[in-house]
């Protein structure tokens, strides 16, 4: 009975309390991460989304100075290319378009819009102003 005894002690691994002891551990850090991934994930889309935009703008001041004016309306969503505006390319969930500001054949200016559909924020640029953005509000329609 004894050596029966021994021999258990002499096996080795781990109690069900030290099991228990990583478990949380792994949960705590599990709680940290997951928010802080999701915040990074929200970023990368806001930045496809701004560069988005800066390419449209550049697209835009390319054609104007072919054409002394600014491409027309145009809109497109997720990974589509600007028929007006050679070599301009939209990321894939990023909502975006173009409009002439003005009234006249002959507009001078334009509107630019690109919005991350998993992002936090519109961005806005034109050709007098530049970038601007703007917070997203959860349950609000925002026309484009």
Do not use: C, H, W
């Amino acid at each position: 009975m004894l050596n029966k005894m021994n021999k258990i002690k002499s096996e080795k691994g781990f109690t069900l309390i030290e099991l228990m002891i990583v478990v949380a551990i792994i949960g705590i850090l599990a709680a940290i991460a997951i928010p802080q991934f999701a915040s990074y994930r929200a970023r990368a889309y806001n930045v496809a989304a701004e560069s988005d935009l800066r390419n449209m703008m550049t697209g835009e001041e390319g054609y104007y100075v072919d054409n002394d004016t600014y491409t027309t309306v145009v809109a497109t969503t997720g990974a589509g290319n600007f028929s007006t505006l050679p070599g301009v390319k939209l990321s894939s969930n990023v909502r975006a378009q173009v409009v002439q500001n003005g009234s006249t054949l002959l507009s001078t200016d334009y509107k630019a819009q690109a919005e991350p559909l998993a992002g936090t924020k519109i961005f806005t640029g034109t050709a007098s102003i530049g970038i601007s953005s703007v917070s997203k509000v959860a349950g609000t329609a925002y026309t484009f």
